[in-house]
C-alpha cells in the first residue's frame, strides 16, 4: 500500500524534501489558488496563528485509496501554514491517519501547534517531525 505526500511549499524546500521520498510515495503539491508574494507570506502568518487555512486548489488523489497520508508543509510564525492547514480541512480525512512533517529553519518541535491544525478535521495525527529545512529527509517518515 502507497503513501499519499502532499505537501505545500512557498520558497521551494519542502518541496525539494518531498522529491527525495518520492520512490517511496506517491506525491502531490497543493496549490494556493492565488500566488503569494513575500508580503503575502508575512500576512499569512496572522492567519498561521490563528489556525485559518487558505484557499487552495482541490486535491487531485483519491485519499480514500491510501492508508497512510503525510502532509509536510512549512512552519510560519510557529504554526502550519495556512495551505497546510486547508488541506486538513479539505481533503476527505475523516479517521485516517495522517503524520506531518513541519518544515522550518530553526527545526524547533512544532507539535502543539500541529495538533491545532488537526482540531476540526476529523483526522488522526499519527505523528509529527518537525525538521530543519537543511535536514536529510527520513523514509522512516513516510513509511
Ligand atoms: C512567512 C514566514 C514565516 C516563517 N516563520 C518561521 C518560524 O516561526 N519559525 C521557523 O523556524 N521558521 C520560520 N520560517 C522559515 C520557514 O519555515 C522555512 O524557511 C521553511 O523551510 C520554508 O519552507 P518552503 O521553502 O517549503 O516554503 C518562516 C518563513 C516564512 C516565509
Redesign the pocket.
Known sequence: MRTLLAYY???????KLCEQLKAECDIEEIKELTKRSKLR??I??AAAISVKGSAISSIASDVKRYEKIVLAC?????HLAPAGVAFLHKAELAGKDVSVIA????G?DCTEAVKKAFAASGANMAAVYSVK?TDKPDFAWVR
Not at 9 to 15: D, L, M, R, W
Not at 74 to 78: D, N, R
Open positions: 511549499s512557498f520558497s521551494g524546500t519542502t518541496k507570506a508575512i499569512g502568518c512549512p512552519i510560519w510564525a510557529g518544515v522550518s529553519s530553526s524547533a529545512n
